[in-house]
């Protein structure tokens, strides 16, 4: 069964950058949609940015114009490429498929926005 194993998370002042990554164990970029999603403490999960099979890319308002989401298939491979982070963007992130499906959560990595 594929796994997707995220990391790249870290402790960065506001202001800072962050490259997140999401390795897939197997070939699963040809059949979904990927996106990267993230829950903060006392909130739900929501998703903030996603990638299509054609390269399409939509993001959340909240990290529209700061967030940048890409894929590199033959490295089986998502990235986040996040700008300008804000403390409300304190929270873990997670890559899953589009819908997301429970078999592929992961443990996420911690993204802290902090002075």
């Known amino acids: 069964q594929v796994q997707l194993v995220e990391s790249g998370g870290g402790l960065v002042q506001p202001g800072g950058s962050l490259r997140l990554s999401c390795a897939a164990s197997?070939?699963?970029?040809?059949?979904?949609?990927m996106a990267w999603y993230r829950q903060a403490p006392g909130k739900q999960r929501e998703l903030v940015a996603r990638?299509?099979?054609?390269?399409?890319?939509n993001y959340g308002d909240s990290v529209k114009g700061r967030f940048t989401i890409s894929r590199d298939s033959a490295k089986n491979t998502v990235y986040l490429q996040m700008n300008g982070l804000k403390p409300e963007d304190t929270a873990v992130y997670y890559c899953?498929?589009?819908?997301?499906?429970?078999?592929?959560w992961g443990q996420g990595t911690q993204v802290t926005v902090s002075s």
């Open positions: 899953n498929t589009v819908p997301a499906l429970y078999k592929y």
């Open positions: 197997g070939s699963i970029f040809n059949i979904y949609a």
């Open positions: 990638i299509t099979g054609g390269g399409t890319t």
